[in-house]
């Protein structure tokens, strides 16, 4: 890949979801600023507007593409020679597939340095239960998502695990009108974290995959059942396999699979697909498969058992 030297801020999220906003303070703050010169590219216009003496004091640009079909290597070309910029932040259209732009060609050096999605809670579901495809291929491979406008009695914990089951290394932030807004999981845990055996209800798996993704220290030297179906990838070892449930992440076409890193002396004889019933103590280790460090359990007892009618995992 070819070494960045115009880092593209990439801003996601759909119409009102405080891109603007978002932007409008980021780029005020004395943290973001460069020397050179700014090109900001907006794919659309919200309610919001930007301040231009701002924008003149950041030394930023602003050029506005209306059509999908106008947002091509040739624009990006003429913008890069007519501006020259140091950098470009991008306010990306709702409607438009950011997986679209991911595999467009870029000018030379242009490449996108960090990804983050906003999102209006108040009209969260609403997007997720008319629009989720749409939605799921903005935060698919995003840096950050970010809540604002959240209240009180906003399912964040919910809305969270949303966002992890499709991308499970984005940060996921909430605000409300006074800032970010902290420890919103508390003592939320439909099962026992203290209990001599953790016991991991079907309906609740979803919910300790994240959380243990999360808070790993939680659930470390500790040890939990649960039911799951087995994989076994190629290369991981023969005495190790993955026990995990799926998960719908927009449709039923598009799913993934939820699961940690297993040891146990019964894998040489489990078979992929079959369902089984584990128990086993949690680590945190250096893996291969998590390209860095993750959940890894060693296994005390692995049996089969009598599949889940539901196999799949629900968030909300």
Known sequence: MDEITVPIYLITGF??????????????QDYFQIDGKTLLILCEEGEEEYDTRVLAKRNTVVEVIEKEEDLTLERLQAMEIIHQPERVIMEYNGMWLVSKFEQMALPKGWGVEQHITCVDASTFQMYMANMKSIFMDMVRHADMVVFNRCQKDDPLANYRRSIKVTNQSAE??????EGEIEDIFGDEMPFDVNAPVIEILPEDYGIWFVDAMDNPD???????????RVMKPRGMG?????????????????????GYVCRSESAPAL???????????????????YQGEGIVLYADDVHPCEPLKDEMVYFN
């Open 238 to 258: 023969s005495r190790f396999f993955v026990p995990g449930r799926t998960a719908m992440t927009c449709c039923a076409d598009d799913t993934t699979f939820l």
């Open 15 to 28: 119409l009102e979801s405080g891109k603007t906003t978002f932007l409008s303070f980021t780029l005020d």
């Open 172 to 177: 996921v932030i909430f605000e409300d009108e």
């Open 218 to 228: 939680t659930y470390v030297g500790k040890t939990v059942r649960f039911k799951a």
């Open 271 to 289: 078979k992929p697909g079959e369902w089984v019933e584990v128990t086993a103590r949690v680590a945190f280790e250096n893996r291969m498969e």
